[in-house]
């Protein structure tokens, strides 16, 4: 298709998007008593109008039954996680009985290295991406100190090369390959959080295997944002947050994938709970863990019903768009907010915006991480004050992606103009 940076153009992609209607049914942060442009719908995602109804159901049950809601309510509180496997195995690629809604990310990512990180003199590395997000760089760090590492050797970050803001998958296997058999997982984000780089996760993960290591990766990024085929990759395990692509609010329950070669596996070890035991018999409360064979068996807690019931109402939203139909407009999406900023470099005399995110489709999400050669923070505040919600990551980085859910075309042109016109 060929683009054009204009109003009546981008209100043509608009009229054509058969997605339109669903930006209705979201709150849009308001600026000067009109919509702002929200773009970090990849650091919290909106909340959808319907949330509040399917909160309330659920305090409406608590006031009228009490304990008696477990069995009771609308939705049954003691299984209600059970709710979940069907939407979130489309969303991740793999099947109900290897996805378990759960805790939060890092927690989950803990978990999950408990079972598969288990370090021996000969194999005890962990592969990462260098910048990776934080909390899973302390995760990593502490997980080896746990076991009596020191991070320095058991940690190897995979770097973009010099000059170079992205990784090339090459350098990934080859990293993986030349550590070869003292590799025990290697684990990388789906979708890097700075750069909006998407990882060839297939790729990795046959490399991990070919070298007798586990591959898992943290989806923080990725889930509801790219497509995911996690058990046809043969993915080990893996985990995400539902409140950035998936809106399901401010610190709300997460979601892990355990293959179902080792979800059945009731031997693995792990930090378990009653909630991971075998249902028949979890009642009797007897001695002895016995563990649910499914990516249950790796819950520990009852079911956080209010914020497991806002992760409901915007599942039921992404199925109703539909999986496919959100992949399309997403790439369409960002392909016009890479042809509008390209677009406005061309016009400037002097490049000040650098985009780092990779060019290629199949290498990128919603997400455009742009590069500011001079005056980032200044451009960056005037785009707040003009109403554009991206966000800032130091040294000098603007992140902004356009959602497929909520976000417009007209958006993105919005967008355009505002920078242009702080550009000038
Ligand atoms: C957002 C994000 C987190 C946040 O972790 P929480 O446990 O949800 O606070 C962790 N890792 C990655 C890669 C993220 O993008």
């Given amino acids: 298709m060929n683009f054009q940076n204009n109003l009546e153009f981008a ?8 997605l339109k209607s669903f930006r209705q049914k979201f709150f849009i ?50 299984p209600y996680h059970e709710i979940f496997p069907k939407q979130l195995s489309k969303i991740v690629g793999c099947k109900e009985n290897e996805v378990v809604v759960m805790n939060q990310l890092t927690v989950n990512l803990h978990l999950l290295m408990v079972t598969f990180y288990r370090p021996d003199k000969q194999r005890y590395k962990i592969i990462c991406e260098a910048r990776a997000f934080p909390s899973d760089q302390y995760a990593f760090e502490t997980q080896a100190k746990y076991h009596g590492l020191n991070p320095v050797d058991a940690v190897i970050e995979v770097s973009p090369r010099t000059g170079e803001h992205t990784l090339r998958t090459e350098d990934i296997l080859s990293t993986i390959q030349q550590h070869g058999d003292s590799v025990a997982v290697v684990l990388f984000g789906g979708v890097n959080y700075y750069t909006g780089q998407l990882f060839d996760i297939k790729a990795i993960t046959e490399a991990a295997h070919s070298v007798g290591a586990y591959a898992g990766f943290d989806l923080a990024h990725a889930a509801g944002n790219v497509e995911l085929k996690l058990h046809d990759w043969d993915v080990d395990f893996a985990c995400w ?24 596996n009731k031997e693995l070890p792990r930090f378990a709970g009653w909630w991971g035991y075998k249902k028949e018999t979890r009642f009797k409360m007897e001695k002895g863990f016995e563990a649910i064979p499914t990516a249950e068996g790796w819950q ?55 985009i780092i995110t990779p060019d290629k489709e199949e290498e990128r999400g919603c997400q455009v991480s742009m590069l500011m050669l001079k005056r980032g923070k200044e451009i960056f505040d005037e785009l707040t004050k003009q109403g554009v919600i991206a966000d800032w990551r130091e040294p000098n980085v603007i992140r ?25």
């Fill in 241 to 264: 947050c539902s409140y950035k692509y998936l809106n399901s609010g401010p610190g709300g329950v997460a979601g892990a994938y355990i293959h179902e070669k080792h979800a059945a």
């Fill in 11 to 18: 209100r043509g992609l608009d009229a054509k998007d058969v």
């Fill in 29 to 78: 942060p308001q600026h000067n008593g009109k919509d702002g442009i929200y773009f970090t719908g990849n650091s919290l995602g909106l909340q959808p109008k319907s949330t509040a109804s399917y909160v309330q159901q659920e305090l409406d049950d608590w006031a009228k039954l009490g304990v008696e809601g477990h069995f009771q309510a609308k939705t049954p509180w003691m």
């Fill in 300 to 354: 520990l807690s009852n079911a956080p019903v209010l914020s497991m019931a806002a992760h409901k109402a915007a599942l039921d939203i992404v199925e109703e768009a539909g999986v496919d139909k959100l992949h399309e407009k997403r790439k369409l999406l960002a392909r016009y907010l890479h042809y509008v900023l390209n677009d406005i470099n061309n016009r400037q005399a002097e490049k000040i915006i650098e």
């Fill in 400 to 424: 902004v992606a356009p959602v497929p859910l909520y976000n417009s075309f007209e958006d993105i042109y919005r967008f355009g103009e505002i920078i242009s016109s702080i550009l000038i």
